[in-house]
């Protein structure tokens, strides 16, 4: 990200002295002083702070708002590598970020010096300073690469992605594995646990300054939109400090904002508030932007929390009259569109909605988000940097991307889907959407600005606005691959040793010190209740203890109910057949429903089964609380089609047909009264002599207590036991489903074998899945197109649930599709024995898509053959993306297969599908 202020800032006249540690360079133009002159502004504080501690050999970690200018701190240390002839990696979490860096970095030291590894790109790689993404580095380091050699600084950009759950791993493999004589630069968002982040840092790295900085380098001032009037969101004339707790909600905003809601309130059984007002409904969009404009709030980018919301927005204003741009600036419009989408064919350009995104760029508008093909996105973004494109509507991805400052950014709502449900937006979120506002060397002051509805309470958006607190949590968990690795480079014992030593072992430890503090405190509340029991020794004690001892087995035999229930129905639905008509009682799937793939699984069975309301999909032992008997049977096809909405409905309704019914759900509650252990406690009880005391319940409810603290004190130090050495634990039982399988050597010292050597390359989420296909020969005699069809199943992941798509390509490509489901079966019953998570199921949603693609279809049929888990054609944003993920585990297949036609097919599948919209994103 650029962070840089802008070249017409204040000249920088003097750094300070540079420090004699930094002699060695040769010359004091090759440490900060010299790296200071270069830049043409001045250094912040915190800048030069930073600087100097890395130019004195400490890493440093920086964590500072956006727009800060971190990225200064990452520059300075190519500085200092260039300096003394030595090499800099600086890192990115995505591609696009990495491309932008890599051109800044060229302008200023020219293309000689630099070079750009993104995993589909290599550009001269053997550098002095190489951009690439992090994952890169962390395959660098696994491969012992000679280009390791001379490496003395590391640059980590946006090292709190460490917190991503799907690649935040990828962050500490490198942290923790990069040799100790290389100083480490992380750049962070301002992050609320920096200092315990720092801590770890010094930890494991050695002497590192942590640089902190929570002042924005441009002010940013919170407003609310509330019909037409924009309103300041705090109160100017309260006197509180602008960071403050203290803030005061503008009281002309209230006052209006509950004169709104009164009205509204009023008008809601008519149906439509009075004039001026405009009841619920809320501003049009083409009224904001005219407002904002009015005001001088231009450009603008609006976070609308959906890709089809933002897609809604941009067709609204084309409906408008809203014309942002200006005659002269439609010749380099133009010029920017043509350059990055020159290489298009004509025909994937009317598929791709071309004409309506270009007149909305003429018209300065546009939509930002990842389901558009990527070319598109890169001309939104190159027209916005330069002011030709004056309205993004964009997601919130934006706000993690590339550098694209606006003079405002707008919030339509404060809520947003979060993968599982609408949720209310986090302070830390809030800060991040709003950073985007304000650019430096530019504007004076960014704006914020939340548009009114009812249910926005100005108090809340004050809330969100003035809180800043985002903790960094570690997402680090060992893996197939990571373990197989540690295994090979330093041994089971070491790996243990290094394990203990990440950023998430660090935060479960410091954790424990909170449960060792609830035990003390529920150990005291123990110690005064038992004392009014009379003390450990005294007939009540034991009276009450007689008590507990019958609950406690009560509740092992409602326990154990359950579990023979549930043993029970895995029993019964492991013995399913074909045809078998059986009950769901419970779930939004209850009714009766045909099983039409049954699972011999024993540990976790999942049949495929069609109810009668037309649902298809897999249902587990959790959908039948009582095991599940057949109530009959039915013929079906040789082959049903079930994938299709038309063969559902025909399915369903000869299911229907067949005249069975779900029989009323029946309730079993666990009974006591039969178990002897239960009579012999309830007697004992009743002859005890405190049962006949007057006081008995008073006594009681205290022992009820009492015996609630010790089940919970207890259920801490398990927890506590647990989490100790817990990353440790899960990375043995990995070694052990991994000898089992003859990855890892048995004995006291293992080592990997030929096969593990295998899944070392191979970095994919289903890493040990795709190890297993290729031993076991699963995608050999394919095809290119069938090849990259089958292998996209264990990267694609379906945006929704949904039902899997038809069946492609050939009976060969069919076979390996059902062969590499059934190795993951396997795969996920030894994952359940061993306590572990389970490798995602294999999804075939994207099979069909790339099968058409690599066989040579057009764009238009492939995105219609693709399935997005909604029943719609795939975005090509995301047929790209997908499409690249394939590509990679396509060139790893290639380079890892022992059958040298299996290697062959894959090349030729890589180059089948990098063609077209898929080869111009990868130039």
């Known amino acids: 990200m650029n962070e840089r202020p802008a070249a017409n800032a204040e000249q920088h006249t003097d750094a300070g002295p540079a420090s004699s540690e930094s002699a060695n360079t040769g010359s004091a133009n090759r440490g900060l002083d010299g790296f200071a002159k270069q830049l043409g502004f001045e250094l912040d504080p915190f800048q030069i702070e930073a600087c100097r501690a890395l130019e004195n050999g400490h890493g440093v970690l920086v964590c500072a708002p956006t727009g800060a200018g971190k990225t200064v701190v990452g520059e300075f240390a190519v500085h200092l590598a260039l300096a003394a002839g030595r090499k800099c990696f600086y890192t990115t979490p995505i591609k696009a970020l990495s491309n932008q860096k890599y051109a800044e970095l060229v ?10 590894l993104t995993g589909d790109t290599s550009v001269n790689s053997d550098a002095p300073v190489v951009v690439m993404t992090t994952e890169v580095l962390r395959n660098m380091i696994y491969a012992d690469s000679p280009a390791l050699w001379g490496l003395s600084h590391v640059v980590m950009d946006e090292v709190h992605y460490l917190a991503d759950r799907f690649r935040g791993a990828v962050w500490e493999e490198v942290i923790l594995h990069l040799p100790e004589d290389v100083r480490l630069v992380s750049l962070s968002a301002t992050v609320s646990n920096a200092e315990e982040f720092g801590s770890w840092m010094e930890t494991v790295r050695g002497d590192t300054t942590v640089v902190l900085d929570d002042v924005r380098p441009i002010p940013l001032s919170q407003h609310i939109m509330v019909g037409r009037r924009l309103f300041d969101l705090f109160d100017s004339r309260s006197g509180s400090a602008p960071n403050g707790r203290d803030l005061v909600v503008d009281a002309d905003l209230a006052r209006y904002v509950r004169q709104r809601q009164a009205l509204d309130r009023d008008s809601a059984p008519r149906g439509r508030g009075p004039r001026g007002f405009g009841g619920f409904r809320p501003l049009p969009r083409p009224d904001v932007i005219a407002r904002l404009d009015e005001e001088g709030l231009l450009p603008a980018i609006t976070f609308i929390f959906s890709r089809a919301g933002c897609d809604a927005a941009l067709a609204q204003c084309l409906r408008s009259r809203l014309e942002l741009t200006r005659q002269e600036d439609l010749p380099r419009i133009r010029e920017i569109i043509d350059k990055h989408t020159a290489g298009l064919p004509r025909a994937d350009l009317e598929v791709l909605g071309y004409r309506d995104w270009r007149h909305a760029l003429e018209r300065g508008l546009a939509a930002h988000h990842a389901g558009m093909l990527p070319a598109f996105r890169q001309a939104v973004e190159e027209l916005f940097v330069h002011g030709l494109v004056r309205v993004v509507f964009a997601t919130e991805t934006l706000a993690l991307g590339i550098n694209m400052p606006a003079r405002t950014v707008v919030l339509e709502r404060l809520v947003k889907y979060n993968g599982e449900t609408h949720a209310e937006l986090t302070p830390g979120e809030y800060t991040q959407l709003t950073g985007r506002a304000g650019r430096r060397g530019i504007d004076v002051e960014g704006h914020a600005v939340v548009l009114w509805q009812p249910g926005v309470e100005p108090a809340d958006v004050a809330g969100l606005a003035s809180t800043r607190t985002f903790p960094l949590r570690s997402s680090f968990r060992p893996g197939y691959n990571m373990s197989i690795n540690l295994v090979g480079r330093m041994g089971a014992d070491r790996s243990r040793a290094l394990l203990e030593r990440s950023f998430a072992q660090f935060q479960a430890d410091r954790s424990v010190v909170g449960l060792t503090r609830g035990i003390e405190r529920n150990e005291e509340a123990m110690a005064k209740l038992r004392n009014q029991l009379g003390g450990a020794d005294s007939e009540f004690f034991e009276y009450a203890a007689l008590r507990e001892e019958a609950n406690r087995r009560e509740r092992a035999l409602e326990r154990h109910g359950k579990q023979t229930r549930r043993e029970a129905s895995v029993t019964a639905l492991s013995r399913l057949r074909r045809g078998d008509v059986v009950a769901i009682p419970v779930g939004r799937h209850r009714g009766i429903a045909v099983v039409l793939e049954p699972d011999r699984d024993e540990t976790d ?77 309830r007697k004992e009880i009743r002859r005890h002599p405190c049962h006949e005391r007057p006081d008995r319940e008073q006594l009681g409810r205290v022992a009820e207590r009492y015996h609630r603290l010790a089940r919970e004190t207890e259920t801490m130090r398990q927890k506590a036991a647990a989490t100790t050495n817990s990353l440790a634990r899960t990375f043995d039982r990995i070694v052990a489903l991994l000898t089992e399988r003859g990855y890892v050597t048995a004995g006291e010292h293992p080592e990997a074998t030929d096969d593990g050597a295998r899944l070392a390359r191979i970095y994919s989420e289903s890493d040990l899945l795709v190890a297993e296909c290729l031993r076991r020969g699963v995608w050999e005699g394919l095809g290119p197109a069938e090849l990259a069809a089958v292998v996209s199943t264990v990267v694609y992941e379906s945006r929704r649930d949904g039902d899997s798509p038809a069946p492609v390509g050939t009976g060969v490509l069919r076979h390996a599709l059902d062969e590499t489901v059934q190795v993951w079966r396997e795969l996920r019953a030894d994952e359940i024995r061993h306590k572990l998570p389970p490798t995602r199921e294999p999804d075939a949603g994207f099979a069909a898509a790339v099968f058409t693609w690599a066989g040579e279809g057009t764009l238009l049929d492939t995105l219609l053959a693709a399935d997005d888990g909604g029943g719609r054609a795939l975005s090509a944003g995301d047929f790209v993306r997908w499409c690249r993920q394939v590509i990679d585990l396509l060139e790893q297949v290639r380079s890892t297969a022992g059958d040298a036609e299996l290697a062959q097919s894959a090349r030729r599948a890589v180059a089948a599908i990098r063609r077209g919209v898929v080869a111009l994103d990868a130039a």
């Open 107 to 116: 302008e200023r030291y020219g293309k000689t010096q630099v070079g750009l």
């Open 605 to 681: 069975p999942r049949p495929l089964v069609l109810t009668e309301g037309k649902w298809s999909g897999r249902v587990s032992a959790g959908d039948f609380p009582e095991p599940a008997r057949p109530l009959g049977s039915m013929r079906l096809p040789k082959h049903v089609d079930h994938r299709t909405g038309r063969g559902r409905r025909d399915l369903a309704s000869a299911l229907r047909s067949t005249g069975i019914t779900a029989p009323g759900r029946r309730s079993r509650k666990v009974s006591a009264a039969k178990d002897p252990e239960i009579t012999r406690l």
